[in-house]
């Protein structure tokens, strides 16, 4: 019998998503891209996201048509808030709790009867444990993301994060250290810690738990004692929680990459204040001032979110000002909308479209000035870059520098994928870089 | 910055005492049922079970046995309607506490503090007022008529400040933007701001204009 996912959502879904696979291939399922020849057919989405949740309602309209044609069953998980729950519980056949997949099997196996399990609310400790213990079917040989926590308490405005997922919850460090030994010691070249809030990590255990901090400096140890090259991020982390303690062991270990990811999502205090962000520029600027002392060649990237209820003019161009103060080598700049469920879609989106389509030009503009200035400083030198992939056309290899600046070189040789290269960096442009790899090309098989 | 606490840990307290303070306006008392806050932190709070909840800044001391959130009943707000026709013996459904809206354990000794609240906003105030004896502070208690100075007995008289915009019984006649536009604050009081958003919005920049840091200001908005 075969299956199809589909996942809508962020680097966090995607997660999700690895773990539902395994349960699914657990099962004897077999996994397929073609939707038509699957009989079970699934979804891992974002609710708080209006677009995916427009797709989801698009993509079972379809499905439940051809239930009258053939027998199917239909699923869908991942970050919901209960008001979607309660509209999905009436068009697919089972909708559960991220926490709950553990249960799935047992769910597909009472297919025609609605359970008592996929009617539960979930709460966010019923099943956590359970559901981290699965072991996910990654999607790549080199690359991977493992959740060292669900939720979030933070209760940012604009965001239904701590409706869909629940409250903070960390996992165990044990287990997360010892899904990272194992991925490097297969071969995993880029670690990804995932969570909202990385950085509060074992903050809900009150002392019974290690700070990230310390699960960064025991990653960084392991790198270290066991002489294997890799790279370890982690996303997202709060600025409010971003402490000198991270900064200082990222510094202190090769294995722990120079990349920041620190949202700002506006540059203006009364904005933060509205977002409920609980920082201020000043805090965030000292973070910033701080990360560049310690890490002098860590890139740095951003989220920013334009045209937020209310923004005025004078609030985009302190945002704007943060933003070619600080530098950032990439922003991941959206345009408000209201999400569902968030506090601040009770509010009125009163930021014309239009004003907020030509802030984030504009906000984009500057981060590509900053970028490219960076880009053009990294020319002449050489960097290890891990090979990701072929580009579309065949002619170029492409990868990623520690600080995740695109690289493209030109090289036939497809075992370099998932490997170290050092490249010399011969040209810039405003995102990317490109340069020809150097003799003794793979770099990591003596380490 | 001020490190907090934070629990997921959901608890069932058992309500002790609903007391009245107007026709709208309530403290809801029930046991603490070992939970541990900083004055300032709130909870999310709801029937057991309920689906249906909301965050309440913590009002009592967090050196008492018991908790208490202050709340006022809205139209459109189903837990406060709910959490009003509670009875004591019955329970209700906690988590928390979360928030950063905390004093600097170093500064409370050491340096002046406003506190400007509007309506129920004045929640986390009464929490650090009643948890810290030694605070030297000024609270301005915007509300609209002299019935909604919730408490005021709790706080020194030489302290607090009613702004009523209503009528021209309390400390001072207009609202609380309008007091401190007439009595500039010194910039070096580290300014704590809660309540709704138009009057958090107004008074932070009336302070950002007499001279206040931005390290002084602390706010935090009701929703």
């Not at chain 1, 699934?42 to 797709?55: E, H, L, P, T, Y």
């Not at chain 1, 940012?156 to 919850?169: I, K, L, N, S």
């Not at chain 2, 070096?188 to 107004?202: A, I, K, P, R």
């Amino acid at each position: 019998m075969k299956y199809h996912l589909i996942t809508l959502g962020c680097q966090m879904n995607l997660s999700d998503s690895e773990r539902v696979i395994t349960v699914l291939n657990d099962m004897g399922l077999t996994r397929t891209e073609d939707e038509e020849e699957a009989s079970i057919l699934g979804i891992v989405a974002c609710s708080v996201r209006q677009k995916a949740i427009d797709k989801v309602y698009s993509r079972i309209y379809k499905w439940n048509k051809w239930k009258r044609k053939k027998p199917l069953l239909t699923f869908v998980s991942g970050c919901i808030l209960p008001a979607d729950k309660e509209k999905f519980l009436k068009t697919f056949d089972i909708v559960f709790h991220m926490n709950e997949v553990p249960a799935l099997p047992e769910m597909i196996k009472q297919y025609g009867i609605v359970t008592p399990m996929s009617l539960q609310i979930a709460t966010n400790e019923s099943n956590i444990d359970s559901f981290w213990k699965i072991s996910p079917k990654h999607n790549s040989s080199f690359e991977a993301y493992i959740p060292i926590q669900n939720g979030c308490d933070k209760f940012c405005t604009f965001c239904a994060v701590p409706y869909t997922r629940g409250r903070e919850v960390s996992r165990p460090s044990e287990e997360i250290l010892t899904e990272v030994r194992n991925l490097v010691l297969q071969g995993y070249k880029s670690i990804t810690l995932l969570g909202q809030n990385v950085n509060s990590y074992g903050f809900d255990k009150n002392g019974k738990e290690i700070q990230f901090h310390e699960l960064l400096m025991q990653i960084g140890e392991f790198g270290r004692t066991s002489g294997k090259q890799f790279w370890t991020y982690f996303t997202s982390p709060h600025p409010r929680d971003m402490n000198k303690e991270v900064i200082d062991v990222i510094a202190s270990y090769p294995v722990l990459a120079k990349q920041i990811h620190l949202p700002l999502q506006s540059g203006d205090n009364m904005v933060l204040i509205h977002m409920n962000r609980k920082y201020k520029l000043e805090e965030y600027r000292e973070v910033v001032h701080y990360v560049r002392e310690k890490l002098p060649t860590a890139t740095l990237f951003t989220d920013i979110i334009t045209g937020f209820t209310g923004e005025t003019e004078e609030q985009f161009m302190n945002t704007l000002r943060a933003v070619t103060e600080f530098k950032y080598n990439m922003s991941f700049t959206a345009i408000y909308s209201p999400r569902p469920g968030a506090v601040s879609s009770r509010w009125i989106d009163d930021v014309p479209h239009q004003v907020k389509k030509q802030r984030l030009h504009i906000l984009n503009d500057e981060v590509e000035k900053s970028s490219f200035e960076y880009n053009k400083s990294l020319m002449g030198k050489t960097l290890p870059v891990l090979v990701i992939n072929k580009d579309r056309k065949g002619e170029y290899t492409m990868g990623l520098t520690e600080g995740k600046i695109n690289v493209r070189f030109l090289s036939s040789n497809e075992s370099m994928i998932g490997k170290f290269v050092n490249v010399k960096i011969t040209s810039a442009a405003e995102f990317s870089i490109a340069g020809e790899p150097v003799l003794a090309e793979i770099l990591e098989e003596s380490k | 910055m001020e490190q907090v606490l934070t629990s997921i840990q959901k608890r069932i307290a058992t309500v002790l005492e609903v007391r009245n303070l107007t026709e709208s306006t309530y403290v809801l008392r029930f046991e603490r049922v070992g939970l541990e806050f900083k004055p300032g932190q709130y909870i999310v709070v709801g029937l057991p079970g309920s689906r249906e909840k909301r965050e309440y800044s913590i009002y009592s001391s967090a050196v008492l046995p018991y908790l208490e959130i202050l709340i006022k009943e809205v139209d459109t707000g189903d837990v406060s309607k709910k959490l009003k026709r509670l009875i004591p013996g019955e329970t209700v459904e906690i988590e928390g506490p979360f928030g950063y809206f905390v004093l600097d354990g170093h500064k409370i000794a050491t340096n002046d503090f406003l506190f400007i609240a509007s309506g129920t906003g004045i929640s986390p105030f009464h929490s650090f007022v009643a948890s810290y004896p030694q605070l030297n502070y000024t609270l301005l208690h915007g509300v609209r008529t002299q019935n909604e100075g919730y408490e005021k007995d709790d706080y020194d008289i030489n302290h607090h400040i009613l702004c009523t915009s209503r009528e021209d019984k309390g400390n001072f006649h207009g609202r609380v933007t309008d007091y401190i536009k007439k009595h500039p604050v010194d910039p070096l009081t580290l300014c704590y701001l809660c309540g709704n958003s138009e009057m958090v919005d107004d008074a932070y920049r009336i302070l950002e204009k007499q001279g206040v840091p931005p390290a002084h200001l602390h706010a935090e908005i009701y929703f």
